[in-house]
């Protein structure tokens, strides 16, 4: 069985999705910047796509773990 | 700590504690809804009433209806936006990849991915392939043209994500894909158990001994996977086999750990519920046979909730020697849509996949015919033997095999032999039951 979190693994995972957010904000920026242009739109959707996978295998983990449950 | 780390793909979640698991699964269950609702018309009608806040444990997600294939058929057939209809839950402008059902029971159906739900799945089967071994190093071989089936397409896009060299063996025929593997040194395989076994008798055939072609893990996709077929594969090959289970609708949901030793649900990507067969409104215990009902929480292109796959499976509880947490499958024992009432007695075809892969390895390929003559059921195993065996095998080999099935099964079988190569090889799904009563007995 696995145990909750320990400590300092929340700190990186708290790192982790900070970064993540960090970027999404970032990948939003960029298709902004770049109007309508389809390398920027479609590389941005791409990205987001990972980003998407990041949040359900990191972020959530984070997110949980913080709450008051698991704390 | 960072070596520990590579054993998994991603330990965050594969060390998750039961309880964090089933909480992250909770709430993108939530989400799920609210979503769903918004932009499936399939779920607008369905969950009218229902709102994600109603959702605070399992048992108030069993309050919630079930679907299954027949619904998605519903929901497409004549409806728009074509081909996909009310279940598509993206703008048809986002779909990027058309995907079907092999059509075994009935009319196939439409499945389409967004890139995001595409990748999602890719995921998925990142976590299938590192579980099963697969790295950086490996050469994978993939024997097959894709189509329109999901499987390999899944598998290859993985692999090429876990950094494997990865190599498309479609349009070849068997002989040259035998010669290909040889050529490039490959190390891993990508298959269906059928095709696997075929590869490797036509190995021999060229002289070849597939222990010496140097595969060294194959990961087994499209048919289930007795411990008998399994086991058969490693003995061939000299090397390990992996099993999966997974559907085009849902993705694959679980899979094998090096352990090999039933199967870990790859939480938290799926809400999985196995549910007694009878009834389907109440959890089977750790051991127990039951129907697997599964949700998808990461897939807004094709929104599934609480999906039942007709898949029979035996719970396995949680915990595993490999330090993975997931809830597991103990077996998956066949298919619902399989499960038949022959002579009163309910019959799997899986039970006689065991038996003849196991014991009768003189047997390269069967058939298994149900038919009504007049009042009653027959069943009949047609069998293949090795062309050393000549035309014709013993009486004595027959009533061998027949014994053994009726201990197996509880039917008497009949047993027909028929010429070396006449049984149809397969490359993706066998077809090995045929029932060709008019009625059909389910179970």
Not at chain 2, 164 to 176: I, N, S
Not at chain 2, 226 to 241: D, H, K, N, Y
Not at chain 2, 340 to 364: D, N, Q, S
């Amino acid at each position: 069985m696995g145990k909750p979190r320990e400590k300092e693994e929340r700190v990186n995972l708290d790192g982790m999705k900070t970064i993540i957010d960090q970027l999404e904000q970032l990948l939003i920026e960029l298709k902004g910047l770049g109007g309508e242009m389809p390398v920027i739109e479609k590389n941005v959707k791409a990205m987001m796509s990972f980003i998407h996978v990041l949040k359900f295998g990191v972020s959530d983990v984070a997110e949980v773990a913080k709450s008051e449950n698991f704390s | 700590m960072k070596e520990q780390n590579r054993k998994y793909w991603n330990p965050l979640l594969e060390k998750s504690a039961p309880e964090q698991l089933l909480a992250m699964e909770l709430k993108n269950f939530r989400k799920l809804i609210g979503y769903a609702k918004e932009h499936s018309v399939f779920y607008q009608k369905q969950l009218k009433d229902v709102f994600p806040e109603d959702i605070t444990s399992l048992e108030t997600v069993r309050r919630l209806p079930l679907i299954d294939k027949e619904d998605l058929r519903k929901a497409q057939e004549g409806k728009s936006p074509f081909p996909y209809g009310e279940m598509l839950g993206v703008e048809l402008k986002e779909v990027t990849d058309f995907r079907q059902t092999s059509g075994t029971t009935g009319k196939p159906v439409y499945v389409p991915e967004s890139y995001e739900s595409w990748q999602w799945r890719v995921e998925v089967w990142c976590h299938i392939l590192w579980m099963a071994g697969f790295r950086e190093t490996d050469r994978v071989f993939v024997p097959f043209g894709y189509n329109v089936y999901v499987a390999f397409w899944e598998g290859h896009y993985a692999a090429e994500k876990l950094g494997c060299e990865v190599v498309p063996g479609g349009a070849l025929d068997t002989r040259d894909r035998i010669s290909k593997i040889l050529e490039l040194k490959a190390t891993a395989l990508l298959s269906t158990p059928t095709y696997g076994l075929h590869l490797a008798e036509e190995a021999f055939k060229m002289g070849i001994d597939p222990r010496t072609i140097g595969i060294k893990r194959m990961l087994c996709a499209g048919e289930p996977l007795p411990l008998a077929t399994r086991e058969r594969l490693e003995q061939s090959w000299g090397a390990e086999v992996y099993d999966h289970i997974g559907g085009t609708e849902p993705c694959a949901w679980a899979a094998m750990c090096e352990e090999r030793n039933g199967l870990h649900i790859i939480e938290p990507f799926f809400l999985v519920e196995i549910l007694d067969m009878e009834t389907l409104t109440t959890e089977v215990g750790p051991g127990e046979l039951g129907v697997a009902v599964v949700t998808p929480l990461g897939r807004r292109s094709f929104p599934l909730i609480r999906f039942n796959t007709k898949d029979v499976v035996r719970q396995g509880g949680n915990g595993c020697p490999c330090g993975r947490t997931s809830k597991k499958i103990a077996e998956v024992a066949g298919r619902a849509d399989d499960l038949r009432k022959i002579r009163g007695v309910l019959f799997t075809p899986v039970a006689v996949e065991e038996i003849v892969r196991r014991e009768f390895l003189e047997i390269v390929e069967y058939e298994i015919v149900v038919q009504r003559e007049g009042l009653m059921d027959e069943i009949t195993l047609r069998v293949e033997p090795q062309e050393e065996m000549g035309v014709e095998p013993s009486k004595v080999f027959n009533r061998r095999i027949s014994e053994r099935l009726k201990t197996k099964t509880n039917l008497r079988f009949r047993i027909e032999s028929v010429l070396p190569g006449s049984l149809p090889r397969y490359t993706l799904k066998s077809k090995r039951f045929k029932d060709l009563r008019e009625d059909k007995a389910d179970g």
